[in-house]
C-alpha cells in the first residue's frame, strides 16, 4: 500500500478519535458501504428465510447462518472503505464483484474457528489488508492489538448493545403507541395466537429485524476497527512522519530547476571575494615574512653578549678533553632534578582593610535594624489580629444577649403557640365511602324521570349508571349487535359506531364520557349538564316520560 496517497490526516490518536475517524469513513461513503452490505446479506437473508418458511420451522437456524456470515458482510465493507481511503473509490457492486479474486487465504478462519473473536474487527484488516503469510500473520496480530486489543473488544459489545436496543425499540414501539386494551378483538386474538403459537409471518418478521439491526450497526463497526488499525500503523510505523518527508521531497523536487538555477547563478559572484580574500592573505603573509626577515637582519647586527672565560668549558677544565655535550645534558639532568628545585607553598595573614570593615559593620546593622522591622510589625500584626478576635467574640456574646432577651420579652406571644402546636393532633383523613350502585335488573321503560329522582335522592351515580345502562340496551337494539357479558365501554362503544344516525353516535359517546368521569375519576357532572343530558337522550332514543 502506498500511504503517500491517503486522503485522511494521519497522526498519533487515542482510541475514541481512531474509533470516531473509522466511523466518518463509513459515513462519508455510505452510499459505497451500506450498499455493499446489503447486496452480500440480503441474498443470505431471503434463501435462509425463504427455505425456513418452506420447511415450516427452522427460522431460528435461519437466523443463525446470517449471524455467522457476519465476516463476509464485513469483509466487503472492508473493501469499500480501504479503496476510498487509498483514494480509489469504489461502488458497491464493484466491491462485490472483487470478492473472489481478493485476499482469501487470511479470511477462511474467521467464518470457522475464529467466528467467536471478540477483536476481529482490527485483526481483519490485518488478514486482508498486508497479504502476508500465515507466519507472520500472527506476529503481525499480536503486534497491532497489543494496544488495541481492550478498545476492540469494547467496540463489539458497544454495537451488540446497539443492536440489541434497535430490536427491542421497534418490538416495543408497536405496543408503546397503541396499547393492548384498544386493539380490536381480531387484533387481540392475534397476539394470543402469537404468544401462543407463533405463526410464520412473526418468526420471519423477527428474523427481519434483526437482519436490519445487523445491517444499520455493521458498517460502523467494521468502520470503527479500521480506524483503529490505522492509528495503530501510524504510531508503530510513524506514518505521520514518513507522509511528511515524501511531502517534503515532493515540494524540493518541483522547486530543484530554480535551486540549480539560483546555485549556477550565484557560484561566480560568490567565489570572487574568496579569490580576493587568499590574494590579500598571500599579500599579508609575504608582509609579515618581510618584517620577519628585516627583524632577523637587524638581530644579526647586534653584537652578542660577551661571555665570561671562566664560564667556558676550557676555563673551567683546562686543557684537558671534555665531551662539553655529555656535560650540558649532565647540568641539564640536574636542572630537572626536583630536589634541586624543590618548591613550596607560604600562606601569610595580612590585616584587613579598614574600609573593608566600615563595610561589614554597616551590612551587619542594617541586617539586624530590618529584623528589628520586621519583628516589630510582627507583633502589631499580631496584637490587631487579638484585638479584633476579641471584638469579634465580645459582639457575638452581644448578639445572643440581645437575641436572649427579645425571645424572653415576646415569650407571651410565642410560647402559646408553641406549645399548642407541640399537642396539637393531625386530623384523621375521612373515611372514603362508595356507595354501591343497585340498578333493577330490567330497565325501567321511562328511564330519564328514574334517573331524574335518584339524583334528587342525592344519588348521582347510580342516575348515570341506569342512563348508560339503558343507552346500551339502545345500541343493542338499533345496531344488532350482542355484546358479551361485562363488556368494556371500548367494546360497546366500537359497537356504537354501526348506528346510522350520527346524533345517536355522538350522544351515546356523551353519556359513556361523563359515566366514566363519575365512575373511575370521581368527577361528577353539574345538575344542569345532567339535565341536559338527559333531556336529550329522552328525545333522541324516544324513551316514555
Known amino acids: 500500500m502506498r500511504i503517500d496517497q491517503l486522503n485522511v490526516v494521519l497522526r498519533a ?5 481512531a474509533m470516531e475517524l473509522g ?3 463509513a459515513r462519508r461513503q455510505w452510499r ?16 435462509a428465510n425463504a427455505l425456513a418458511w418452506w420447511l ?5 437456524w435461519a437466523w443463525l447462518l446470517l449471524w455467522w456470515c457476519k465476516p463476509a458482510f464485513e469483509r466487503v465493507v472492508l473493501y469499500v472503505l480501504s479503496r476510498g481511503v487509498f483514494g480509489e473509490p469504489v461502488t458497491a457492486w464493484q466491491a462485490l464483484r472483487a470478492q473472489p479474486g481478493w485476499q482469501v487465504a487470511g479470511f477462511w478462519g474467521y467464518l470457522g474457528w ?35 486489543a481492550g478498545p476492540s473488544m469494547l467496540l463489539t459489545v458497544l454495537c451488540m448493545g446497539f443492536e440489541a436496543v434497535l430490536v427491542i ?11 393492548v386494551e384498544l386493539l380490536s378483538d381480531s387484533w387481540r386474538a392475534a397476539w394470543e395466537l402469537v404468544r401462543q403459537d407463533t405463526p410464520a409471518w412473526a418468526k420471519f418478521g423477527m428474523n427481519l429485524l434483526l437482519w436490519l439491526a445487523a445491517s444499520v450497526m455493521g458498517p460502523f463497526h467494521v468502520g470503527a476497527g479500521f480506524g483503529l488499525y490505522l492509528n495503530r500503523r501510524t504510531q508503530m510505523e510513524a506514518w505521520d512522519v514518513e507522509i511528511s518527508f515524501r511531502r517534503l521531497r515532493e515540494r524540493l523536487q518541483q522547486a530543484m530547476p530554480l535551486l540549480l538555477l539560483v546555485v549556477l547563478f550565484a557560484l561566480p559572484v560568490a567565489t570572487v571575494p574568496v579569490h580576493a580574500q587568499q590574494a590579500h592573505a598571500h599579500d599579508d603573509a609575504g608582509a609579515a615574512d618581510e ?18 672565560p671562566a664560564d667556558t668549558p676550557a676555563g673551567i677544565f683546562g686543557d684537558v678533553p671534555v665531551d662539553t655535550a655529555g656535560f650540558r645534558q649532565a647540568v641539564q639532568r640536574a636542572y630537572e632534578d626536583p630536589l634541586q628545585r624543590p618548591t613550596r607553598s607560604i600562606s601569610e595573614w595580612e590585616p584587613r582593610k579598614k574600609d573593608d570593615d566600615e563595610e561589614a559593620k554597616r551590612k551587619e546593622r542594617e541586617r539586624l535594624k530590618r529584623e528589628a522591622d520586621e519583628q516589630s510589625a510582627k507583633q502589631m500584626s499580631g496584637g490587631a489580629a487579638k484585638i479584633a478576635a476579641m471584638v469579634a467574640e465580645w459582639g457575638l456574646w452581644l448578639l445572643l444577649g440581645i437575641v436572649v432577651v427579645a425571645l424572653l420579652l415576646t415569650a407571651r406571644r410565642w410560647l402559646p403557640w408553641l406549645s399548642g402546636s407541640a399537642r396539637r393532633k393531625a386530623p384523621a383523613a375521612p373515611a372514603v365511602s362508595e356507595d354501591s350502585i343497585v340498578l333493577p335488573e330490567v330497565v325501567p321503560p321511562d328511564v330519564a324521570t328514574r334517573a331524574r329522582a335518584l339524583w334528587a335522592r342525592g344519588m348521582p351515580r347510580q342516575a348515570l349508571a341506569l342512563l348508560y345502562r339503558a343507552s346500551v340496551g339502545t345500541v343493542v337494539e338499533r345496531t344488532g349487535v350482542a355484546l358479551p357479558p361485562g363488556a368494556t365501554e371500548a367494546q360497546v362503544l366500537r359497537a356504537s359506531r354501526r348506528m346510522p344516525d350520527a ?3 355522538d350522544l351515546f359517546a356523551a353519556i359513556v364520557r361523563m359515566w366514566q368521569y363519575a365512575a373511575y375519576g370521581n368527577r361528577l357532572p353539574d345538575h344542569a349538564d345532567f339535565e341536559t343530558l338527559a333531556d336529550a337522550l329522552q328525545a333522541q332514543y324516544r324513551w316514555p316520560a
Open 56 to 60: 415450516g420451522a427452522g427460522f431460528g
Open 503 to 505: 346524533r345517536d353516535r
Open 114 to 148: 475464529r467466528r467467536f473473536s471478540a477483536v476481529r474487527n482490527v485483526c481483519l484488516p490485518v488478514n486482508l489488508l498486508e497479504g502476508t503469510d500465515a507466519a507472520h500473520r500472527g506476529q503481525r496480530r499480536r503486534a497491532v492489538l497489543s494496544a488495541a
Open 13 to 17: 490518536r487515542s482510541s475514541w478519535e
Open 291 to 308: 618584517e620577519r626577515a628585516e627583524e632577523a637582519s637587524d638581530d644579526d647586527e647586534e653584537e652578542p653578549p660577551a661571555i665570561d
Open 169 to 179: 425499540g421497534a418490538l416495543t414501539a408497536v405496543f408503546m403507541f397503541v396499547p
Open 23 to 25: 466511523t466518518a469513513l
Open 32 to 47: 459505497a458501504a451500506w450498499g455493499a452490505w446489503l447486496l452480500a446479506s440480503a441474498p443470505v437473508f431471503l434463501l
